[in-house]
């Protein structure tokens, strides 16, 4: 496939060349335009094709695999088994840390379909129980996304109520309610240094593992499932 600036550099020409007929029409009375507006736009100034590599792009990592969606469930339906054994058991309710962010990281990272540092950066207070957009109210997650667009941006992606559940149950377990400015993912509830991007990166990874069959799966391919069924789905 052709690299991405090559076809940036191609729309541009045909963006170019479009405006060059519209002012041709426009001068001609066949259009109501300001041709004043398009006069700049002659044939003569339109940049020639030229190669991404001249342009200094180098090949981009065009590794899109991604987990099947039958792995990705059975992942999640796993982690959902090891909360239920845990919490029914005396010995383990008691010690139920990794078993509940293990299930709520993973839910979030399946159907956002965010980054890894967008994900380990969420605060307590990015987490809304009833956030409204539209008709619907429900939970969602506030991200902020600063890789691809302004920091400042806030994102809000509308969560399935389980999801919602999940987050709130470890919320409350890690007892971050009150705190808004606290990390989404503490270490434990005795430390609350938030459970960083290396920490996450290699639990989501093997968390995956068991269901790859044989492949290793990191969180940011969980990011092109999530593309991947969004194309399906539209």
């Known amino acids: 496939p052709e690299h991405p600036v ?3 550099v191609s729309a541009f020409q045909r963006l170019a060349t479009e405006l060059c ?3 041709k029409l426009a001068a001609a009375g066949a259009l109501s335009l300001d041709v004043t507006v398009l006069d700049a736009w002659r044939k003569a100034d339109i ?4 190669a991404a590599a001249e342009l200094g792009a180098l090949p981009a990592n065009t590794d899109r695999s991604a987990p099947s969606l039958a792995c990705a469930r059975k992942t999640l339906r796993m982690a959902q088994q090891t ?3 845990r919490r029914d058991h005396p010995l383990t309710r008691r010690h139920m840390v990794r078993a509940l962010r293990d299930r709520a990281l993973l839910a979030v990272f399946m159907v956002t379909g965010a980054r890894l540092g967008a994900v380990t950066a969420l ?3 990015d987490f809304v129980s009833d956030y409204r957009s539209g008709d619907h109210v429900g939970p969602a997650l506030l991200f902020r996304p600063g890789k691809t667009v302004h920091s400042g941006l806030v994102r809000a992606k509308v969560l399935p109520g389980q999801v ?4 709130q149950e470890w919320i409350d377990y890690v007892g971050i309610d009150d705190r808004p400015d606290a990390p989404l993912w503490p270490i434990s509830k005795t430390d609350p240094s938030p459970y960083g991007r290396t920490a996450a990166y ?3 990874r093997d968390l995956l593992e068991p269901s790859a069959h044989g492949r290793t799966y990191s969180p940011h391919a969980l990011r092109h499932l999530c593309e991947k069924l969004a194309f399906q789905t539209g």
Do not use: C, D, H, T
């Open 164 to 167: 919602g559940e999940w987050i």
């Open 83 to 85: 909360v239920v054994k």
């Open 21 to 23: 007929e519209l002012r």
């Open 202 to 204: 290699a639990r989501v």
């Open 123 to 125: 605060r307590r207070s």
């Open 6 to 8: 090559a076809v940036m």
């Open 47 to 50: 940049p020639v094709w030229v």
